[in-house]
């Protein structure tokens, strides 16, 4: 087991905090239309370092921030933790465990973490280099990513294998 | 460095027609480099024939045919490049019965090299899982997440069923 | 002509907002003219409100709740000018168990009035059917149709399986 | 009843000829994956004057004409009749029943019919006209079309406003 524990607290529809944790093998998330499924698969895209609000179905970074419902009013911060086992040293850290936080308030602005100690985003991108995993991760599949990848042009799919390979 | 992509490309290539030849339980598919000349800036193109099928281009392929190349096209850089763990988002969403058993073989295969979040609304697939998390909005507009045993995971639509 | 095209606006917007809260079992939904001062030229925008959520784009909707937006965008227009066959073409894949059963009721309001001829992956919704067919390719690549009857479509599937 | 029999012939999958009846109420069609339920439907919009390749998924009109497979060759053309009841006069012929048909060939030529005589897309064209019927019709949702819908401009949504408008 790698990914121990994902936190919500404050992003898109998660406006109080909740913790999901994953099992060994295969977990699995249901739930009825709109009840937040995806938000939890754009949470981990997030805190991995994604840049694009586009590819989180936003127009800019803070459209990810809780943003109220008719009963309670809108967040000021959206926060997203994923704690990792590292026992056989998968991240280029001395720690056994790993924590990769990401913060962003109404202002836009945006604070990364590595095990509560802040760092920045090139931390985050640099240690998860090589692993596979990170923004724009071919091990990550949005929901309706299969026609992307289907009908892209010949050069953006280079594009993607050359960054596998 | 261009003999580096040919090797990952040509190692891609073999580990993709062997995937594909399983979901699809036969047929042929294959990348095709669009410029065979110009191997360091080509294109990279799929081509995919179903069994008992003739190549047409793959935007004539079905709704699930599409799918399970997708599906090919990902595991097949998996089993070359495999991470910790791998999130899935309804990528079984279009196929049929008869497609999520083998989709769910797969998974079954890949979960002893990674672990595997997948979101489904497949009875399916969801019985293959090692726990499961029904995400509900008890309160409108507001998410929660609570562990679900499998019978309880039909019961957890029945259940928003009766509230709404 | 100005005043034709504001009417039809007008009705389709009413009917659009009826369809919408029965879909959604509440909400607010609307078409907004991008341009008030231009309604001959002016583009037009959906708004879409799920029952206690806060307005934000479409973009940031769910799979199933856009389906279910699509679902009532047409059937506004068809409520204000029915044709005499309407083809759906696995309108129900992305929604939830509980949104195939409002779009079933829908189903069956809307076909005293229009023949319906759907293709669904649903057992759910096929139960609603009149007639059933069953496409096969007994011989690979070669389609052909077989009328079946309820229970058979689902051992239709566990057929072509056993084969396969 | 409007809508009596869907003929295919040569037309995508439909390598034999294939008649469809349908039924007062929703008639419905399952099948695996690839079966060949999606070419019914575009065989209906194709029938009906059709004009873009790319909306049938194809390059080219001869796309759709059953082009073999390893056990059976190409053939040379497809053609799609649909059967209407028009007892109630809803189409503007003086026949109890209309079947209109289209035919291709290899060579990209196309034919026409309105009952076996032979006429030219404009005259099918016409006879749909205010049933809302016809090509690029609200009444025909292709697979997929959802996306469609939601995410062209504004400006494009208007047109089809006032298709229908
Ligand atoms: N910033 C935000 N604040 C509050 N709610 C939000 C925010 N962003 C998105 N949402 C809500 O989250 C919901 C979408 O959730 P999500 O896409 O996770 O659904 P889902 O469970 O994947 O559903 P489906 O099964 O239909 O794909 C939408 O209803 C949207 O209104
Ligand atoms: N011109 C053609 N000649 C022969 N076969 C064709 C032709 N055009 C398309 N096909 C085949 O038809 C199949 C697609 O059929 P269709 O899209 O109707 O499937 P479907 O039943 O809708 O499946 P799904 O449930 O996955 O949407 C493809 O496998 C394709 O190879
Ligand atoms: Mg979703
Ligand atoms: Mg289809």
């Given amino acids: 087991r790698y990914l121990k524990t994902i936190e919500l607290d404050g992003f898109k529809s998660f406006a109080v905090k909740t913790t999901l944790e994953c099992v060994d093998g295969i977990t699995g998330i249901v739930g009825a239309n709109g009840s937040g499924k995806s938000n939890i698969v754009e949470a981990i895209k997030w805190v991995l370092g994604e840049q694009s609000a586009k590819s989180l179905r936003g127009e800019k970074m803070e459209d990810v921030i809780f943003n109220g419902t008719q009963n309670r009013s809108p967040k000021g911060m959206a926060e997203v933790t994923l704690t990792f086992s590292n026992e056989n040293h998968w991240l280029p850290l001395d720690f056994n465990e790993v924590s990769i936080g990401r913060r962003i308030f109404r202002s836009g602005e945006g604070q990364y973490f590595i095990n509560k100690s802040r760092v920045r985003l090139k931390d985050i991108v640099e240690i998860f280099l090589d692993t596979g995993i990170g923004r724009d991760s071919y091990a990550i599949f949005e929901q309706g990513k299969i026609d992307r990848l289907l009908s892209e042009s010949p050069e953006e799919r280079r594009l993607l294998f050359e960054e596998f390979a | ?164």
Same sequence: chains 1, 4.
Wanted: glycine content about 4%; some cysteine; overall charge negative.
């Fill in chain 2, 1 to 164: 460095s261009r003999e580096l992509f040919v090797s990952s490309f040509e190692a891609i290539r073999k580990s993709f027609r062997k995937i594909f030849a399983r979901m699809f339980d036969g047929g042929r598919a294959d990348l095709i480099l669009v410029d065979e000349n110009d191997v360091l800036n080509s294109g990279i193109n799929i081509m995919a024939e179903p069994p008992g099928k003739k190549f047409q281009s793959i935007s004539l392929l079905s709704g699930g045919e599409r799918a399970l190349v997708a599906i090919s096209v990902i595991f097949a850089i998996l089993h070359l490049k495999p991470t910790p763990f791998v999130v899935l988002d309804e990528m079984d969403a279009p196929l049929d019965d008869d497609n999520i058993e083998r989709f769910k073989r797969l998974l079954l295969d890949f979960k002893e090299v990674s672990q595997f979040l997948i979101v489904s609304h497949s009875k399916s697939t969801l019985e293959i899982c090692d726990a499961l998390y029904g995400v509900t909005m008890e309160e409108q507009g507001v998410s929660k997440v609570v562990s679900v045993a499998f019978d309880e995971a039909a019961s957890l639509f029945i259940r928003e069923e009766e509230e709404a």
